[in-house]
């Protein structure tokens, strides 16, 4: 099943979940968070949801999110950022998913998705109108992409039981060979909403864009959540550059930080009250073995802006599919590991 390094990834947030007392309904907010869903691999919308076998963990939650690693779009033309000696390598990939995703992801239970990821524009400005089309038809809401630089930077806000939750989405990667094929949005160019990191740190110009679009989103809602899309793919720790990112959102005002991109699990720390999940790996991704394929739902508890409880669901993903693990099998193996 679950191998001991994402085991012992995990270990502080079970234990976290086993030392608080579960709260009770009155005014808790329901949060749950997933990882990659690389819809390539979907081709037929078939009779099932591509999600049942994990929809009644989502439509149970208050809010669902979870970052679209693929444009859904039937149309465009195939960036050429991404060269054809990069493709024949296998060192860069052209992806996409179909359209009616959008209303199985809806279907599903989940409310929100981040799309400031290195694959949203592998279909240029068609894919991506359509992708957004098909995602606003099925009442998905969506953040980190958009016609102009102001339009990917902008909060997604869902309420729910009264409280009015704001999602920010930004692609955090390193160095400008890493930003090249990714089509940075810009004034007034269509793109991903990217926030600037050079070596281990944020630079001047991301701590401004990140400054003011938290406390924008901090004056429209009660609470505020920023997903990255960053890390390095395969590794099962967050880089330093991770670390820091994570924690000055934290210190500038979100209350929770959503890590995607390294394909696998990867550490959760609390800090001053507030989670950080550094990745939470792939969720729907054909040719998964090994760390690839384990993953999770993390369901956290709200009370205003304190976080109460993490609770976390096991899943392996099973022929591309999520399929939900044995929950006290895994808290048994984890604490064997600990």
């Known amino acids: 099943m679950f191998n001991r390094k994402c085991l012992l990834s995990f270990a502080v947030v079970l234990l976290i979940t ?12 329901t949060i749950a968070i997933a990882g990659d869903l690389m819809l390539n691999g979907i081709h ?10 994990v929809a009644p963990i989502f439509n149970s939650a208050d809010v669902a999110f979870a970052n679209l ?5 039937l149309r465009g033309t195939q960036t050429p950022r991404k060269s054809a000696e990069e493709l024949r390598k296998r060192s860069q990939y ?3 998913g179909k359209p009616f995703c959008a209303k199985q992801i809806a279907e599903a239970g989940i409310d929100i998705v981040s799309c400031a990821n290195n694959h949203m524009m592998d279909w240029g400005l068609v894919g991506m109108r359509e992708t957004l089309s098909s995602l606003d038809k099925a009442k998905v809401k969506h953040s980190g992409v958009g016609g102009t630089w102001q339009a990917a930077c902008e909060p997604a806000i869902v309420t729910s039981k ?41 630079t001047p110009e991301g701590l401004s864009v990140l400054q ?18 960053w890390g390095n793919q395969g590794e099962p720790q967050p880089t330093v550059y991770q670390k820091a990112l994570g924690r ?6 979100a209350d929770m930080v959503i890590g995607h991109h390294p394909h696998v699990l990867q550490p959760t720390e609390t800090y001053k009250g507030k989670p950080i999940f550094y990745s939470l790996g792939n969720f729907v991704a054909p040719n998964c073995r090994g760390r690839l394929g384990e993953t999770l739902i993390a369901v956290t508890s ?12 096991p899943v392996r993903i099973v022929g591309g599919l999520p399929k939900l693990v044995d929950r006290s099998s895994f808290k048994q193996k984890l604490r064997k590991s600990h």
Do not use: M
């Open 18 to 29: 086993t030392v608080w007392a579960a709260p009770s309904n009155n005014g808790v907010l």
């Open 44 to 53: 037929s919308e078939g009779s099932n949801n591509f999600l049942s076998s």
């Open 69 to 73: 690693e693929t444009p859904l779009t």
């Open 94 to 96: 052209i992806l996409r």
């Open 162 to 202: 009264g409280v009015r939750i704001a999602f920010l989405s930004y692609l955090a990667f390193r160095g400008s060979s890493a930003l090249r094929t990714c089509t940075p949005a810009q004034k007034a160019a269509a793109g991903i909403a990217v926030i600037p990191c050079d070596g281990s740190t944020i």
């Open 212 to 229: 003011n679009d938290i406390s924008n989103a901090r004056s429209r809602a009660e609470l505020v959540f920023v997903s990255f899309h």
């Open 248 to 253: 000055k959102a934290i210190d500038l005002g």
């Open 302 to 313: 709200w009370q205003g802006r304190k976080l109460t409880n993490i609770s976390l669901h």
